[in-house]
């Protein structure tokens, strides 16, 4: 079985200057391949840009030109510029390029109207005539918009990062809630969704139960439309990698064979277009839930 990582960050706070990491704690550091590594050995990975310079996404680009383990980087800008296609095809071009398999541009609390631009519209129809994967990184109360965006853009591929589990307060409006609004994007067949990123929201008081969490996900998604990330090193706030893994694995122990292979692998692999020719060898004991991980 193929595993892959499909939410993972590199940054150096040296290089690039991300304003939300001065106020991180003990991620206000840096976190390159070397650190990944004493984390998760060879996982190959999918790195998402945290910022959003095209430096750095130029650096990370150029690691992934350098490193077979990671199979590919989306990359973060404003849809909303209307050069912003054109500042990914110029990166394309450059070293490391044909690593770029999808964009990210976060939608924070209160901005998913921004979805419905006619700018933003053509920059996401755009990147689907490229081949590339969206992310959707949604806040609170996007998920409608993120919706309409999805059914009227068929072509396009749209990955919702961390089960959009920020667009809801799950503390407050339940699981129920975010189900009830989730459910919409599960029912179209140009979206998957990454179980990733829950961290937060299943580890503090009142947050939700893992196990739901996945219930729900494999209900409206179904296993080939979902992938595992960890969102390291930011999962690192709560859990160890190892640990992240274990959970993951628990959760998934009812699936088949054929199930499992999908969630582990090969709907990132689908999804992004990922050439995994030169990656490393995996040893698939890690997606095997050992007593004391979890």
């Known amino acids: 079985m193929t595993v892959i990582d499909a939410h993972v960050h590199l940054w150096d706070p040296h290089l690039h200057d991300h304003a939300w990491l001065r106020s991180a704690g003990e991620l206000h550091r840096t976190f390159r391949l070397d650190d990944l590594t ?9 790195v998402v840009q945290a910022g959003r310079t095209v430096d750095e996404a130029r650096w990370l680009l150029g690691l992934a030109a350098r490193s077979p383990r990671l199979a590919g980087v989306v990359v973060c800008a404003d ?3 209307p050069a912003a296609v054109d500042t990914i095809d110029a990166l394309r071009a450059g ?4 690593a770029l398999v999808g964009l990210r541009d976060p939608v924070g609390a209160g901005e998913g109207a921004r979805l419905g631009l006619p700018q933003v519209r053509r920059s996401l129809a755009a990147l689907g005539e490229r081949g590339l994967a969206v ?3 949604l806040g609170h109360g996007t998920l409608r918009e993120a919706y309409a965006a999805a ?3 068929p072509q396009v591929r749209f990955v919702v990062d ?12 339940g699981l129920s809630e975010w189900a009830a609004q989730l459910r919409p994007l599960g029912q179209l067949p140009n979206v998957v969704c990454k179980l990733s990123g829950l961290g937060k929201a299943t580890a503090e008081p ?10 729900v996900m494999l209900d409206l998604f179904g296993p080939h439309r979902l992938m595992f990330g960890s969102d390291w090193p930011v999962s690192t706030l709560w859990s160890p990698y190892a640990d992240v893994v274990g959970a993951t694995a628990r959760v998934l122990g009812g699936l088949t ?24 060898a995996i040893d698939n004991r890690m997606t095997t839930t050992r007593q004391g991980e979890i």
Request: proline letters at 1%; one cysteine or more.
């Open 38 to 46: 004493a984390a998760c050995g060879t996982v190959t990975a999918v």
């Open 79 to 81: 849809l909303a510029d």
């Open 95 to 98: 070293d490391g390029g044909s």
């Open 135 to 137: 992310d959707l990184l």
């Open 151 to 153: 059914r009227d853009l």
């Open 162 to 173: 961390h089960a959009a589990i920020s667009a809801v307060d799950v503390r407050r409006e």
């Open 206 to 215: 009142g947050g939700a139960r893992l196990d739901a969490v996945a219930r």
């Open 257 to 280: 064979a054929d199930e499992a292979a999908a969630v582990w692998g090969g709907t990132a692999i689908g999804t992004y277009g990922l050439d995994l020719a030169d990656t490393p």
